[in-house]
């Protein structure tokens, strides 16, 4: 799943009022068949565990990833607004319907979302990462730092957050927390051509050639394409 949109899969993990066992095992089931991309086979869990009753939120939110992942948006949010009905604190709910909502531009209906996530539960990472989207969206930059920085409080390992606080950061010509996110980023996935060359730039934005060319050669060690990894322009410029 894509960590932008934050629509993950939800096992067991407490509900609102009793699950019969059979729907719990179920809806497991149908997250676990979702994880490995097996669409048809998560459908029949989500339906077999509606037969044993339609109070347990997390099947519900199941549910509405499958109908999400057949490209039934109208009911996959039918879907996650059930299980809101059956758990109002179901927040990984919110967080889908948010994703849904910030997908369509509907920002203020997003980060109403996703805020009553983060409600439930302040560490429930995915959803204040969408939020930081949502206000970047809203082009309230230093609100959306606020919120990666918090993410990064709780998990510095969460490298999609490195990534977007070193592009906002490189877009408010702020080289020196670009550098730090991108180093935390080439740190975390050594792999990822794009995080070297990104911490080249910023390296070489802040005047350091040395840091610059040591990151554009690892960048070239993880590039299949050397066209990933542009050429320096080393300036004798003053860092910021």
């Known amino acids: 799943m894509d960590w932008r949109t934050g629509c993950g899969l939800l096992l067991l993990a407490g509900c609102a009022t009793p699950v019969h066992p059979e729907a719990a095992r179920a809806s497991n089931a149908c997250a676990r068949a979702l994880h490995h ?3 048809a086979e998560a459908s029949a869990h989500c339906d077999l565990g509606l037969e044993y009753g339609d109070d347990d939120s997390n099947l519900w939110v199941n549910r509405g990833l499958v109908l999400q992942g057949q490209g039934r948006l109208a009911e996959a949010r039918a879907a996650f607004e059930r299980a809101l009905d059956t758990n109002p604190d179901a927040l990984q709910a919110h967080n889908d319907l948010g994703a849904m909502d910030l997908g369509a531009g509907a920002l203020e209906r997003a980060i109403e979302h996703f805020e009553e996530a983060l409600r439930t539960d302040p560490r429930f990472i995915v959803a204040r990462y969408n939020l930081a989207l949502a206000r970047l ?3 309230a930059a230093a609100e959306a730092r606020r919120q990666l920085r918090i993410v990064l409080a709780v998990d510095p390992g969460f490298a ?3 990534r977007t606080l070193g592009i906002v950061a ?3 010509h ?3 927390v670009a550098a730090e996110a991108f180093g935390q980023l080439a740190a975390h996935t050594p792999g990822d051509a794009w995080a070297w060359a990104a911490l080249a730039e910023a390296q070489e934005r802040l005047g350091r050639p040395d840091a610059a060319t040591a990151a554009r050669s690892a960048c ?4 299949p394409d050397r066209k990933a990894c542009p050429p320096l322009r080393i300036s004798s410029g003053a860092g910021r």
């Open 160 to 162: 999609p957050a490195w």
């Open 220 to 223: 070239l060690r993880a590039a």
């Open 174 to 176: 702020d080289d020196v």
């Open 37 to 39: 991309g097996q669409l």
């Open 170 to 172: 490189l877009q408010d």
């Open 137 to 139: 969206r809203q082009g």
